[in-house]
């Protein structure tokens, strides 16, 4: 999607190793999420960004962990990845919070084997 | 957890017919009310939106009808195209938070 990728698209892992996937944006939005997708669950949060070096957790932030550097780049690290892990991963950005929108990434689908 | 409630999970529709998915929410400090369309292998676009204010917003063939005393906003899609097909979410948005359906898939048949 214009103003946002994400790196890689595709990813296979083994239980166990660290894996981290980076989400960039061209918009200089405030606000980046990480979500994940599940079947019969729709999108769940797993972080969010209100600024540089601002994050907290979301809904499923166990196993994860987060960094923002800048305003354009928003990573998502694995720490020792799990096969209950195995998901699409996408990211999204916002000019305000929720109540404006987002914009999402083409995601990243990651096994973990 | 807070949760958004869709349905149907699956909805098949001829052309020309229209399309009707419904959510229900609980909290109700949620205050923007979303509705994205993702099809297969991309990221969910933003489709429509409404605020509480409002008991309906249209936007060409889409429609968001909205009942704050019920709980519940249901998207209509007039005159269904094979193009439509797609995956449905319906979210609700309050601060920072927003909390996604579990989604529809729609099938219209040509």
């Known amino acids: 999607d214009a103003g946002i990728t994400q790196s890689p698209r595709h990813k296979v892992t083994e239980t166990g190793t660290p894996v981290t996937l980076r989400c960039h944006q061209t918009?200089?939005?405030?606000?980046m999420y990480w979500y994940r997708q599940d079947p019969g669950h729709g999108l769940r949060l797993i972080h969010y960004?209100?600024?540089?070096?601002?994050?907290d957790k979301g809904e499923v932030s166990d196993g994860y962990s987060v960094s923002r550097s800048k305003t354009e780049d928003f990573l998502l690290t694995l720490e020792s990845a799990t096969s209950s892990q195995t998901s699409v991963y996408f990211c999204?950005?916002?000019?305000?919070?929720?109540?404006?929108?987002?914009?999402f990434g083409s995601g990243t689908r990651l096994t973990v084997v | 957890q807070q949760q958004v409630k869709q349905s149907p999970q699956s909805l098949i529709v001829q052309k020309g017919g229209i399309s009707i998915i419904n959510c229900a929410y609980e909290?109700?400090?949620?205050?923007?009310f979303p509705w994205y369309q993702q099809f297969p292998g991309k990221g969910p676009a933003l489709l429509i939106a409404?605020?509480?204010?409002?008991s309906e917003k249209k936007e060409g063939r889409f429609t968001i009808s909205f009942n704050k005393s019920a709980k519940q906003f249901s998207l209509h899609i007039m005159d269904s195209q094979p193009g439509d097909s797609a995956t449905y979410f319906c979210?609700?948005?309050?601060?920072?938070?927003?909390?996604f359906g579990a989604g529809t898939r729609l099938f219209v048949k040509a």
């Open positions: 999204a950005i916002s000019g305000g919070q929720g109540a404006s929108g987002y914009t």
């Open positions: 918009e200089n939005h405030r606000y």
């Open positions: 960004s209100y600024g540089v070096k601002d994050t």
């Open positions: 909290n109700t400090a949620f205050d923007y």
């Open positions: 409404i605020r509480p204010d409002v």
């Open positions: 979210a609700a948005s309050g601060g920072f938070k927003t909390i």
